[in-house]
C-alpha cells in the first residue's frame, strides 16, 4: 500500500502542470481515473469540467452494503454505525496519511484549501462519475454518490477481432474444452496458485491452458494436455473453456461472465475479494481463499462448479445479459451521454 501511495502521489503536482498546459477555456473536459487526482486539480484551477471513472464498484464505501477488501465480507451482519467507525478508522490510520496528507501539501502549494477523508467523499466529486459495471454486478447502494451512473463493463479487449494464435486453436481442437488458469498481468509471485490450480486439473483429468507473462511462476515441466501462453485475447479464448481459474481481477470477471463460462476465484489483494463475492453471489462461480488453496480443495471446487446445473444456468442468463446489453457500444453511448450532459 505504501508503494502504490508514494508512486501516486509523486506524480500528481507535475501531471497537473502537464495537463494545464493543454487546457483550451470552453474546449477541455477532463477524465480521471480512481487514482488520477491531477484532472480533479484542473477542475478547481482551471474551471473544466471532469469525469470521474472508476473501472471497480469496489472504490465505493458505504455505511450499508460495504465493499469487501479481505476474507473478513462485506460486514453485513454489522450496525451502521460500526460500519461508519471502521470507515473513519481506516482512513484516519491508512488512507489520509498516505494520501490525503501529501495531497494536502500539493493543494496548498496550488493555493487550494485542505480536503479531508479524500477517500470517502472527495473521490467521487466531480461534473460526473461513472462506474463501469452493470447494476446486477452492485446494486446501488443509499450512500452512494448521488451523481454517480452505472455504465456496465466497458469490455475493452481485442479477442473479437484478434484470432487466437494457431498454437491454441489446434490445442483447443485436440480435446475436450480446456480449464483456463490466470493470475492477472500485474502479478509475479502466483508460484503457489499456479502449482496449486494445475495439480487440481491433473487430479481431474482436466485439461488446461495456462496464461502468464512471467513463466518462472510456474512448475518446470507442466503435465500433458495442459500448455502455457504469455497473452490470450479472453473474449475469444474463454467461450471456449470447461472453467476459469483467474485471480478476480474486475476485466477478467467481467470477461468470462461475457463468455459463459463458470469461475473459481482465488482472490488475492485489491478489489480481487469484492469482485468474488459477487461472482459467488450472482450463482456463476465460486472463491477459493489462498490459505484453502491446496490442490484437492480446488479439484473438489472445481468438479462441483462444472457439474452444477444452477451454475451453468447462471452463466447463461448473465452472458445473454451482456451480449443483448451490446457490450462496448451501449457503454461508450452511456459514456457520452454522460460526458454531454
Known amino acids: 500500500m505504501r508503494l502504490v501511495a508514494a508512486g501516486v502521489m509523486a506524480r500528481v503536482e507535475a501531471s497537473h502542470q502537464i495537463m494545464a498546459q493543454d487546457v483550451l477555456p470552453g474546449q477541455t473536459i477532463a477524465i480521471a481515473s480512481t487514482f ?67 495531497f ?9 484549501p485542505p480536503v479531508a477523508r479524500m477517500f470517502h467523499q472527495w473521490l467521487h466529486q466531480a461534473d460526473t462519475t461513472l462506474c463501469m459495471a452493470p447494476d446486477w454486478f452492485a446494486a446501488r447502494q443509499p450512500d452512494w454518490p448521488v451523481q454517480l451512473e452505472m455504465t456496465g463493463f466497458p469490455m475493452a479487449e481485442h479477442g473479437e477481432n484478434q484470432p487466437l494464435p494457431i498454437e491454441l486453436t489446434d490445442f483447443i481442437d485436440a480435446g475436450p474444452a480446456p480449464v483456463v488458469i490466470t493470475a492477472g498481468t500485474a502479478n509475479a509471485v502466483s508460484h503457489a496458485f499456479f502449482s496449486s490450480a494445475i495439480a487440481a486439473c491433473r487430479l481431474l483429468g482436466k485439461r488446461a491452458i495456462v496464461v502468464t507473462s512471467d513463466p518462472k511462476q510456474l512448475p518446470p515441466d507442466l503435465p500433458y494436455g495442459m500448455i502455457h501462453v504469455s497473452y490470450a485475447p479472453f473474449a475469444a479464448l474463454l467461450p471456449h473453456a470447461l472453467a476459469f481459474i483467474p485471480h478476480g481481477g474486475i476485466g477478467s470477471v467481467s470477461q468470462a461472465l461475457r463468455a459463459g463460462v463458470p469461475q473459481m476465484i482465488q482472490p488475492m489483494a485489491f478489489d480481487q475479494f469484492d469482485n468474488a463475492s459477487r ?8 472463491e477459493v481463499l489462498p490459505r484453502h488453496f491446496a490442490p484437492e480443495r480446488v479439484a473438489r471446487s472445481l468438479e462441483t462448479l462444472v457439474t452444477d446445473a444452477s451454475v451453468v444456468a447462471s452463466c447463461k442468463r448473465y452472458k445473454d445479459l451482456l451480449q443483448d446489453a451490446d457490450g462496448i457500444m451501449q457503454t461508450c453511448n452511456r459514456l457520452l451521454e454522460a460526458l454531454n450532459n
Open 36 to 102: 488520477a487526482f491531477a484532472p480533479r486539480l484542473l477542475r478547481e484551477t482551471h474551471g473544466i469540467p471532469v469525469t470521474v471513472i472508476h473501472l471497480s464498484p469496489s472504490v465505493l464505501g458505504s455505511e450499508f452494503c460495504a465493499p469487501r477488501f479481505s476474507p473478513l465480507g462485506h460486514m453485513t451482519a454489522l450496525p451502521r454505525f460500526v460500519k461508519r467507525f471502521i470507515w473513519r478508522t481506516m482512513d484516519s490510520k491508512f488512507m489520509d496519511p498516505l494520501y490525503t496528507v501529501p
Open 104 to 112: 494536502n501539501q500539493v493543494r496548498a502549494r496550488l493555493g487550494l
Open 279 to 286: 461472482v459467488t453471489q450472482l450463482g456463476v462461480g465460486n
